[in-house]
T-cell receptor
Framework: QKEVEQDPGPLSVPEGAIVSLNCTYS??????FMWYRQYSRKGPELLMY????GNKEDGRFTAQVDKSSKYISLFIRDSQPSDSATYLC?????????FGAGTTVTVRA | NAGVTQTPKFQVLKTGQSMTLQCAQD?????MYWYRQDPGMGLRLIYY???????DKGEVPNGYNVSRLNKREFSLRLESAAPSQTSVYFC???????FGSGTRLTVV
């Protein structure tokens, strides 16, 4: 079993919709929880990170962590065509990141 | 420009050939990383260097070697390339806060 499992997608949503992305994990030692955005043929770009259970907002993005259920989510409000990308969850333990496989999102204009 | 710079951007190798992927960062970060990305597999850690002078294996180190030349540079070497090493390789620094733009490697 992989340490980090991510809903595979792909997701296709109309412009303005809320996008919901989810990951589960099995390693209780993970300390930080990240979300990355990756455009086609580009490197991953860190969107948000958090280390505690609860919600963290940054503009249209909300990261949610539930350590008791070992579950994290990313919500994108008022989605735009420019949000079309692959989103990767990642979790940090002892200098090392473990990534989910990614979810490809397409926002239709 | 500040960031992580990888060279080359593209490379085609024949089976058995060797090559070194170069990575440099100008942000004075202590830690640097090499990942490979394959379809449906996400990013997998090959090797990392928590600080200058140290290197450690990640999840998929077989067939690779690394050198932390100084604080700025961290290279990845394929001694005898195999088709299974066809992938996109990413270098990152500062526990993954900053990634390079990748090297697309094809081994034929």
């Amino acid at each position: 079993q992989k340490e980090v499992e991510q809903d595979p997608g792909p997701l296709s949503v109309p412009e303005g919709a809320i996008v919901s992305l989810n990951c589960t994990y099995s390693n209780s030692a993970f300390q930080y929880f990240m979300w990355y955005r990756q455009y086609s043929r580009k490197g991953p770009e860190l969107l948000m990170y958090t280390y505690s259970s609860g919600n963290k907002e940054d503009g249209r993005f909300t990261a949610q962590v539930d350590k008791s259920s070992k579950y994290i989510s990313l919500f994108i409000r008022d989605s735009q065509p420019s949000d079309s990308a692959t989103y990767l969850c990642a979790m940090l333990n002892d200098y090392k990141l473990s990534f989910g496989a990614g979810t490809t999102v397409t926002v239709r204009a | 420009n500040a960031g992580v710079t990888q060279t080359p951007k593209f490379q085609v190798l024949k089976t058995g050939q060797s090559m070194t992927l170069q990575c440099a960062q100008d942000m004075n970060h202590n830690s640097m990383y090499w990942y490979r990305q394959d379809p449906g597999m996400g990013l997998r850690l090959i090797y990392y260097s928590a600080s200058e002078g140290t290197t450690d294996k990640g999840e998929v180190p077989n067939g690779y070697n690394v050198s932390r030349l100084n604080k700025r540079e961290f290279s990845l070497r394929l001694e005898s390339a195999a088709p299974s090493q066809t992938s996109v390789y990413f270098c990152a620094s500062n526990t993954g806060y900053t990634f390079g733009s990748g090297t697309r490697l094809t081994v034929v």
